[in-house]
């Protein structure tokens, strides 16, 4: 059965910290792994990650994907209160399936 | 540009009956696709619909169904409600045209349907 798994499920920091959260997959016919940022209700789009390697960035925030290791990360520098929010990791399969992993929980502390 | 609406955005029901959620797309956006979230399971796939066709669907049982009409509004219907149906039923629409909606992956998300079933 296709899953993704991120850890850890909550994380607690100081502001200016750094944080890497993780996410790993098992999907058959793999196609792209994805990052959200739930704040409230609805989560928006950080990233889309396709080939193994090639870091995206955007501000504070960057990701990798290692497609032999079966996994990704997401990294935030200097870290900020309105950094606070659940993280969701979404595998893409070549079917169009998207399987969602349970989130991990930041909570920044000023 | 307004976002995805979704309607209602709370409701409560109880056992055995049944409930139809609304969402509006983003304006062009013709993809919308559903999902469900609870604490337990996270976020699951429910159903993908482009052009008024299910392009796609998750492993949910058949009391969870939905349809989209021509203008790319979108409705979802669970009848027969169970208690592990309360959750938050999140829509959300794509400009991509490829199936699912996915190819860049950005999906816009609406607020949600809270669903409490007594």
């Known amino acids: 059965e296709d899953k993704v798994v991120q850890s850890p499920l909550s994380l607690v920091v100081h502001e200016g910290d750094t944080v890497t959260l993780n996410c790993s997959y098992e999907?058959?016919?793999?196609?792209?792994l994805l990052w959200y940022k739930q704040e409230k209700k609805a989560p928006t789009f950080l990233f889309m990650l396709?080939?193994?390697?090639i870091e995206k960035k955007s501000g504070r925030l960057s990701s990798i994907l290692d497609k032999k290791e079966l996994f990704s990360i997401l990294n935030i520098t200097a870290t900020q209160t309105g950094d606070s929010a659940v993280y969701l990791c979404?595998?893409?399969?070549?079917?169009?399936?998207?399987?969602f992993g349970k989130g991990t929980r930041l909570h920044i502390l000023p | 540009k307004a976002g995805v609406t979704q309607t209602p955005r709370y409701l409560i029901k109880t056992r055995g009956q049944q409930v139809t959620l609304s969402c509006s797309p983003i304006?062009?956006?013709?993809?919308v696709s559903w999902y469900q979230q609870t604490p337990g399971q996270g976020l699951q796939f429910l159903f993908e619909?482009?052009?008024?066709?299910?392009?796609n669907k998750g492993n949910f049982p058949g009391r969870f169904s939905g349809r989209q009409f021509s203008n790319s509004r979108s409705e979802m219907n669970v009848s027969t409600l169970e208690l592990g149906d309360s959750a938050l039923y999140l829509c959300?629409?794509?400009?991509?045209?490829?199936?699912?909606?996915?190819?860049?992956?950005?999906?816009?998300f609406g607020e949600g349907s809270r669903l409490t079933v007594l």
């Open positions: 959300a629409s794509s400009l991509d045209e490829t199936s699912g909606g996915l190819n860049t992956g950005e999906l816009f």
């Open positions: 999907v058959t016919n793999f196609r792209s």
């Open positions: 396709t080939s193994s390697g």
């Open positions: 979404a595998a893409l399969n070549r079917d169009d399936k998207i399987i």
């Open positions: 304006s062009g956006h013709r993809s």
């Open positions: 619909y482009f052009s008024e066709t299910q392009r």
